[in-house]
């Protein structure tokens, strides 16, 4: 157990839905982050939150957002959902004792869009 | 603009010989540089690291070695073991970036028996 949950483990949902991925990041740290990763593909970097703010944007598509709450749980959510969208989202947490070693993921979630 | 380079997708290596996993990069203001592990279906665990200010970090079977003027570096696995079988990703780090991670795409190391 990495620290980091994730939930659900797996999501099937239908086109034109919208998902909440859900996030506890390691006790203690206040950055969160969230990847895609597609077809065992590399880590597309989405988004990251830094106690409760937003801190940096990568490929993340308009039909995604995300936040991060006061309990420094974060959100990602997939609105008008395509074949494409398909995919492991992972998690991570990091605190400032990191530096040198990154971030902790969590397991993923699966999300298979019919 | 791929600033973390793995340019070998896959590696086949014995088990019990040396695994080595290749990394360049452009940016030479990068501060850390970081190996990941991944196994299918699971999050990437951190391996090993290293500050731009070293040129080797070892930590068991594991070693980076880092050449600054090349802009490489390389993981060594000593001796290689079937639990090694994952996908490896080298990332770096900027730490006044608010310590984003540049992430290389990926090796999948297959440790034949």
């Known amino acids: 157990d990495s620290g980091v949950t994730q939930t659900p483990k797996h999501l099937i949902t239908a086109t034109g839905q919208r998902v909440t991925l859900r996030c506890s990041p390691r006790s203690g740290d206040l950055s969160v982050y969230w990847y895609q990763q597609s077809l065992d593909q590399g880590l597309q970097f989405l988004i990251q939150?830094?106690?409760?703010?937003?801190?940096a944007k990568g490929n993340i598509l308009e039909r995604f957002s995300a936040q991060q709450f006061p309990d420094l749980h974060s959100e990602l959510n997939l609105s008008s959902l395509e074949l494409g969208d398909s995919a492991l989202y992972f998690c991570a947490s990091s605190g400032p004792r990191d530096s040198p070693h990154g971030y902790t993921f969590g397991s993923g979630t699966r999300l298979t869009v019919v | 603009d791929q600033q973390v380079k793995q340019n070998s997708p896959s590696l086949s290596v014995q088990e019990g010989r040396i695994s080595i996993l290749n990394c360049d990069y452009t940016?030479?203001?990068?501060?850390?540089f970081l190996w990941y592990k991944k196994y299918p279906a699971e999050g990437p665990t951190f391996l090993i690291s290293?500050?731009?200010i070293k040129d080797k970090n070892e930590d068991g079977r594991f070693t980076v070695f880092l050449n600054k003027s090349a802009k490489h570096l390389s993981l060594h696995i000593v001796p290689s073991q079937p639990g090694d079988s994952a996908v490896y990703f080298c990332a770096a780090m900027l730490m006044d970036s608010n310590y984003q991670l540049i992430w290389g795409a990926g090796t999948k190391l297959i440790i034949k028996p």
């Open positions: 940016n030479s203001m990068f501060d850390y």
């Open positions: 290293i500050s731009s």
């Open positions: 939150y830094y106690n409760g703010e937003e801190r």
